[in-house]
């Protein structure tokens, strides 16, 4: 799935920020998280190479290298993992 990504990304950037610009400054943010869950959602059903928890941690890896993570790259990893239909467990220590 992510081998042919590289050709799509570029595409599916500027169709998205084509979309993300009819929507209202103050909903935008919403939208955003829209898209992600169902981002999410579509990668769930596809027939993925890659685990969704294991996508989940790379992004989560990706943001932090960026830098520190802001609320709101929280929030949209959180949808992400909501919508794939994972869910995050704290490990005791010794787990």
Do not use: H, W, Y
Not at 42 to 50: E, G, P, R, T, Y
Not at 63 to 92: H, N, S
């Amino acid at each position: 799935m992510l081998t042919n990504a590289n050709t799509q990304l570029p595409v599916v950037e500027r169709e998205l920020d084509e979309a993300i610009a009819i929507i209202p400054p103050d909903k935008q943010a919403l939208a955003q998280l829209a898209i992600v869950a169902e981002f999410a959602r579509l990668i769930a059903v596809a027939d993925s190479q890659m685990p969704l928890a294991e996508l989940a941690l790379q992004l989560d890896e990706f943001m932090v290298r960026l830098g520190p993570k802001t609320c709101f790259q929280e929030q949209m990893l959180a949808a992400f993992i909501d919508a794939a239909g994972l869910r995050l467990q704290a490990m005791k220590p010794g787990d």
